[in-house]
């Protein structure tokens, strides 16, 4: 069994749609929660971070953690073509410690 | 945050042959990352290399043919030696922050093919 799952989609939503991604983790040692977009082609960029459990909200980005649950999400409102990229969930132990990744969603948002 | 720069971005190489990446960040770090992501695949850990030590390699990774190094606090190569088309891949550096907030930043990635 992996550490941390995530449904790769792809999945494809009309513009203005909110978008829902997810993630589940068996390791209940992690602690800070990590959101990344990647363009095609491009390094992967850190959206949204989060220690331990709650909510963090950013513009039209919303992460939540639910430990108790071991579940992740990043929600995504009024989604634009421009969010359309490939989303990983990244978690990992403590300070310094390396990260685990999920396999990561494809994402298309579809004018 | 930290800016980090990584060249080559792409390469096509032979077979046999072995390709060293380049990775300088703009800011002094202790931890630099090097992680391999294969097609449609996410990312997998290489080895961390500390300034001063050796780098500590993941299982399935071994120094031979990913040797490392790690001269200074803002800059490291990773070379992917005896190259086979299994290596094709991108390769990508990353850093982690200090103190409480250690997320970690990537370079743009080196895609590699081997014909």
């Known amino acids: 069994q992996k550490e941390v799952e995530q449904d790769p989609g792809p999945l494809s939503v009309p513009e203005g749609a909110i978008v829902s991604l997810n993630c589940t983790y068996s390791?209940?040692?992690?602690?800070?929660f990590m959101w990344y977009r990647q363009y095609s082609r491009k390094g992967p960029e850190l959206l949204m971070y989060?220690?331990?459990?709650g909510n963090k909200e950013d513009g039209r980005f919303t992460a939540q953690v639910d430990k108790s649950s071991k579940y992740i999400s990043l929600f995504i409102r009024d989604s634009q073509p421009s969010d359309s990229a490939t989303y990983l969930c990244?978690?990992?132990?403590?300070?310094?410690?390396?990260?685990?990744f999920g396999e990561g969603t494809q994402l298309t948002v579809n004018p | 945050s930290a800016v980090i720069s990584q060249k080559p971005s792409r390469d096509i190489c032979q077979r046999g042959t072995s390709l060293t990446i380049q990775c300088q960040v703009d800011?002094?770090?202790?931890?630099m990352f090097w992680y391999r992501q294969q097609p449609g695949q996410s990312l997998t850990l290489i080895a961390t290399?500390?300034?001063?030590?050796?780098?500590?390699?993941e299982s399935g990774f071994v120094i031979d043919k990913f040797p490392i190094s790690r001269p200074n606090l803002t800059f490291s190569t990773l070379t992917v030696s005896n190259l086979s088309p299994e290596d094709s891949s991108i390769y990508l550096c990353?850093?982690?922050?200090?103190?409480?907030?250690?997320?970690?930043?990537f370079g743009q990635g080196t895609r590699l093919t081997v014909v």
């Open positions: 990353s850093v982690a922050g200090t103190g409480l907030n250690t997320e970690a930043f």
């Open positions: 990244a978690m990992k132990e403590t300070s310094g410690s390396r990260l685990t």
């Open positions: 989060t220690y331990s459990s």
């Open positions: 290399a500390n300034q001063g030590s050796e780098a500590t390699y």
């Open positions: 800011s002094q770090v202790t931890m």
């Open positions: 390791n209940s040692a992690f602690q800070y």
